[in-house]
């Protein structure tokens, strides 16, 4: 944009403090604390996930690992079941070494530095901000997605807003609004302001400016633009990958299997999972059942963020004396304690909607 026409960084902030106060979000439940613990707790559940979702999960984590220490004496298998379902898992593995760390290394008090915040596992630069913020009034800029968009549109800022120039520049911006502003600026209120504004009026899809506290300024409103900013990333292939899965079912127990900590679902039960039939077929022989006698269930679907992964499920039913032991990383898991068990959401779904035949089966052969 013209630099003639650049917004003024002056009395930014402020703005932004009078409009969270009348307009913003209040009365969330990590709103009420002061603690680190639980403000970073829901910074984390609410990187790439949505409030609405969010607190469910945070209200029942928090009730199973009331403080820090409780999660740092937890094993990751404890841990899992209370993420199940929120995606992005390696977010939760994190979580977890992280509250180790603050344990080990600084006495279970979360540092109050963002310099010191961001060594730590699963906290970057904007979270460690945030959370300083919140906790402890420390004076940073943030830059989260939805923060994100209102500095390019507000300060006209073009280009891929994940290359390293783009990301510079918006975040001399918003030290910038923080240099002009009022030194006893209520950081709670203004890192607040700007995600609420982020989330709910300069959305995505339809901002709505009319109802923004810096429409008068703002490049993108001024020069009617907000459909171009923040400018759209490059476009990712999105490829597809098939997969099928085993529903191994002896005796009211189905044969589980952990994944890898890293990758898709890492650290997560899930079921045993083979590149194609052959894969599936030999896999079978290797327990000592022959999928020939299994049934193959509806498929489904799942999208991740860069693929589409096409499930086919196969249901074997056996009596306990054709199954071999299974591997280490397998387990067998009563039909019952499936609900708290650590599976991703869409094999959650997938074995509930066929617990009916399963259990139909089961009678069958008593
Ligand atoms: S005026 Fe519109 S485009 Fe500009 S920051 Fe506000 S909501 Fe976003």
Same mark, same amino acid.
């Given at each position: 944009?013209?630099?003639? !026409?650049?917004?003024?960084?002056?009395?930014?902030?402020?703005?932004? %403090?009078?409009? #969270?106060? /009348?307009?913003?979000?209040?009365?969330?439940? *990590?709103?009420?604390?002061?603690?680190?613990?639980? &403000?970073?707790?829901?910074? &984390?559940?609410?990187?790439?996930?949505?409030?609405?979702?969010?607190?469910?999960?945070?209200?029942?984590?928090?009730?199973?690992?009331?403080?820090?220490?409780?999660?740092?004496?937890?094993? /990751?298998?404890?841990?899992?079941? $209370? *993420?199940?379902?929120?995606?992005?898992?390696?977010?939760?593995?994190?979580?977890?070494?992280?509250?180790?760390?603050?344990?080990? /290394?600084?006495?279970?008090?979360?540092?109050?530095?963002?310099?010191?915040?961001?060594?730590?596992?699963?906290?970057?630069?904007?979270?460690?901000?945030? &959370?300083?913020?919140? !906790? $402890?009034?420390?004076? #940073?800029? &943030?830059?989260?997605?939805? %923060?994100?968009? %209102?500095?390019?549109?507000?300060?006209?800022?073009?280009?891929?807003?994940?290359?390293?120039?783009?990301?510079?520049?918006?975040?001399?911006?918003?030290?910038? %609004?923080?240099?002009? !502003?009022?030194?006893?600026?209520?950081?709670?209120?203004?890192?607040?302001?700007?995600?609420?504004?982020?989330?709910?009026?300069?959305?995505?899809?339809?901002?709505?400016?009319?109802?923004?506290?810096?429409?008068?300024?703002?490049?993108?409103?001024?020069?009617?633009?907000?459909?171009?900013?923040?400018?759209?990333?490059?476009?990712?292939?999105?490829?597809?990958?098939?997969?099928?899965?085993?529903?191994?079912?002896?005796?009211?127990?189905?044969?589980?299997?952990?994944?890898?900590?890293?990758?898709?679902?890492?650290?997560?039960?899930?079921?045993?999972?083979?590149?194609?039939?052959?894969?599936?077929?030999?896999?079978?022989?290797?327990?000592?059942?022959?999928?020939?006698?299994?049934?193959?269930?509806?498929?489904?679907?799942?999208?991740?963020?860069?693929?589409?992964?096409?499930?086919?499920?196969?249901?074997?039913?056996?009596?306990?004396?054709?199954?071999?032991?299974?591997?280490?990383?397998?387990? *067998?898991? !009563?039909?019952?304690?499936?609900?708290?068990?650590?599976?991703?959401?869409?094999?959650?779904?997938?074995?509930?909607?066929?617990?009916?035949?399963?259990?139909?089966?089961?009678?069958?052969?008593?």
């Amino acid at each position: 944009m013209p630099a003639n !026409a650049r917004p003024a960084t002056e009395d930014f902030a402020a703005t932004i %403090v009078h409009w #969270q106060k /009348q307009a913003g979000r209040h009365g969330l439940p *990590w709103q009420a604390s002061r603690d680190p613990y639980p &403000i970073w707790l829901s910074e &984390i559940m609410l990187q790439q996930t949505q409030v609405g979702t969010v607190i469910g999960y945070y209200q029942r984590f928090l009730a199973r690992f009331p403080t820090l220490q409780a999660l740092a004496r937890a094993t /990751q298998d404890e841990v899992m079941p $209370y *993420w199940a379902g929120l995606g992005y898992y390696a977010r939760a593995r994190n979580l977890h070494r992280c509250a180790q760390q603050v344990a080990e /290394q600084w006495g279970g008090h979360f540092p109050r530095k963002v310099d010191d915040l961001m060594q730590l596992p699963g906290i970057g630069r904007s979270t460690a901000a945030a &959370i300083a913020a919140f !906790a $402890y009034g420390e004076r #940073q800029p &943030i830059m989260d997605g939805n %923060v994100k968009r %209102v500095f390019t549109r507000y300060f006209g800022v073009y280009g891929n807003p994940a290359s390293r120039a783009v990301e510079i520049e918006l975040w001399n911006y918003a030290q910038a %609004v923080l240099d002009a !502003a009022d030194p006893k600026l209520d950081m709670t209120a203004y890192t607040q302001g700007l995600m609420d504004l982020g989330s709910s009026r300069c959305t995505r899809g339809r901002p709505t400016c009319e109802q923004c506290p810096l429409n008068t300024r703002c490049y993108a409103r001024l020069e009617s633009r907000q459909h171009e900013l923040p400018t759209p990333k490059p476009r990712k292939t999105n490829s597809e990958r098939q997969c099928k899965m085993l529903i191994l079912e002896q005796e009211g127990k189905i044969l589980l299997e952990q994944r890898p900590s890293r990758g898709i679902w890492g650290g997560l039960w899930s079921l045993p999972q083979y590149e194609d039939q052959n894969g599936l077929a030999d896999a079978c022989l290797n327990l000592g059942v022959n999928i020939e006698h299994g049934q193959k269930m509806a498929a489904l679907q799942h999208v991740f963020s860069h693929f589409k992964l096409h499930i086919e499920p196969w249901y074997l039913h056996c009596p306990p004396t054709r199954v071999s032991e299974p591997s280490p990383e397998q387990a *067998w898991v !009563a039909i019952e304690d499936l609900p708290g068990t650590a599976l991703p959401a869409p094999v959650k779904k997938l074995l509930c909607s066929i617990k009916e035949i399963i259990e139909g089966a089961r009678k069958n052969t008593q």
